[in-house]
């Protein structure tokens, strides 16, 4: 139903089942937060470098991380309105936006964190989502309870 168009910035990234984790991660994301409408979201994996360079042209923050999301639309977070979102010209489906994920911080997350890679790309791409669909934690108040108490519901983490 929904399209996730994942491309690699960087050859030789590894890990080729990182797609098939993407579009499952998002398409679980969509659902809990019942998207009901052909949806389009771009996913481009990438290096340290190439994250580092779009963080530091788009946001002014000359470091790496692991994700980086870039929404289309001004969403209220629980409340997606498809009427309020571009859309594709030729198939009518929400363009919700873009996301660019570090292949390499997902390793490196994943260990640390001690539930591997395959759960980190996972998690970094509902998180993303989220902030497609309006959701933010630019502070340490509600939204970012709100933001992490729907990641956590959608990845299925207990309290």
Excluded at 31 to 42: D, K, Q, R
Excluded at 49 to 77: A, H, W
Excluded at 105 to 111: P, R, Y
């Amino acid at each position: 139903m929904h399209e996730i168009a994942v491309s690699r910035e960087v050859k030789n990234l590894g890990h080729h089942n990182a797609a098939a984790l993407i579009r499952k991660a998002a398409e679980k994301a969509l659902a809990a937060e019942g998207i009901g409408v052909p949806c389009l979201i771009s996913v481009m994996l990438t290096d340290a470098e190439g994250i580092r360079r779009v963080n530091r042209e788009f946001r002014g923050v000359d470091r790496e991380t692991d994700v980086l999301s870039f929404p289309l639309n001004e969403l209220t977070p629980g409340a997606f309105d498809p009427e309020l979102c571009e859309q594709d010209w030729e198939t009518g489906a929400v363009m919700l936006g873009d996301m660019m994920i570090s292949i390499p911080a997902c390793e490196k997350q994943g260990e640390e964190f001690g539930h591997g890679f395959d759960r980190e790309i996972q998690y970094l791409t509902v998180h993303s989502v989220l902030h497609l669909l309006g959701y933010d934690h630019v502070d340490e108040g509600e939204q970012k309870r709100q933001m992490r108490a729907r990641e956590k519901a959608i990845m299925g983490d207990a309290d």
